[in-house]
């Protein structure tokens, strides 16, 4: 079956520190890739996506590459801000059926001034 | 234009009574999808729509799970007889056409749930 599987938070990084969170998946053919940022109290935002294998998503500083050999989608900032605090979600979506996404669990990001 | 709305944002209910729980998709999205996010359980899909039709309920968790949607736009999650496990912030999602491994879904605010 499809899964994602995310590194455990928190994450607590220095303002203008490197981030990266990991994200690997299991599916089947060729899924779709996301990062979804949950801001507190904010609902889902797309951040990036990425739909097949070497494409690059980007978007606000951060980037992620579909990486098929590896099947993983690592989040990646070269320098974070306070306000990149949020919870950040890594999804696919399934490749037959419905196409519903399926997320990980979720890694929360804390930046410290 | 307008993003995906859900209705009420906080619901508060006793173990045992009915709720519904509303959402407005983002104007022409034909799929429709529910999504639960509660503690312990991540993200879980609990239903998708594609127009009027729900050609995947394979998340609902039980039969007190109900959901429909009406003239291709507006779609109501009901939970009959709320359990203390229900409790959960209940997100909406839609996407353009549906069907799609492109397709790219847009979250709506999400409705939190409370059962006491």
């Known amino acids: 079956g499809n899964s994602v599987t995310q590194m455990e938070g928190p994450v607590t990084l220095s303002e203008e520190a490197f981030l990266t969170i990991n994200c690997t998946y299991t599916?089947?053919?060729?899924?779709?890739l996301f990062w979804y940022v949950q801001y507190p109290g904010e609902g889902l935002q797309l951040l990036l996506k990425?739909?097949?294998?070497?494409d690059k998503g980007s978007n606000k500083g951060f980037e992620a590459t579909y990486r098929k050999e590896t099947t993983s989608f690592h989040l990646e900032k070269g320098s974070v801000q306070v306000s990149d605090s949020a919870v950040y979600f890594c999804a696919l979506s399934a490749t037959s059926g419905t196409y519903k996404y399926i997320f990980g669990t979720g890694t929360r990001l804390k930046v410290l001034a | 234009g307008a993003g995906v709305s859900q209705s009420p944002s906080n619901k508060v209910t006793e173990k045992g009574k009915d709720v519904e729980l509303r959402c407005d998709p983002i104007?022409?999205?034909?799929?429709l999808y529910w999504y639960r996010q509660s503690l312990g359980q991540g993200l879980e899909f609990l239903i998708y729509?594609?127009?009027?039709?729900?050609?995947?309920k394979s998340g609902l968790p039980s039969d007190r799970f109900s959901a429909e949607r009406t003239g291709g736009s507006v779609s109501t999650l009901t939970i009959q007889r709320t359990q203390q496990e229900d409790s959960a912030v209940y997100l909406c999602?839609?996407?353009?056409?549906?069907?799609?491994?492109?397709?790219?879904?847009?979250f709506g605010p999400g409705t939190r749930l409370t059962v006491l």
């Open positions: 104007s022409g999205h034909t799929a």
């Open positions: 990425a739909t097949k294998a070497d």
């Open positions: 599916a089947t053919g060729y899924p779709s």
């Open positions: 999602a839609s996407s353009l056409v549906g069907g799609r491994v492109t397709d790219t879904q847009y």
């Open positions: 729509f594609q127009g009027n039709s729900a050609p995947d």
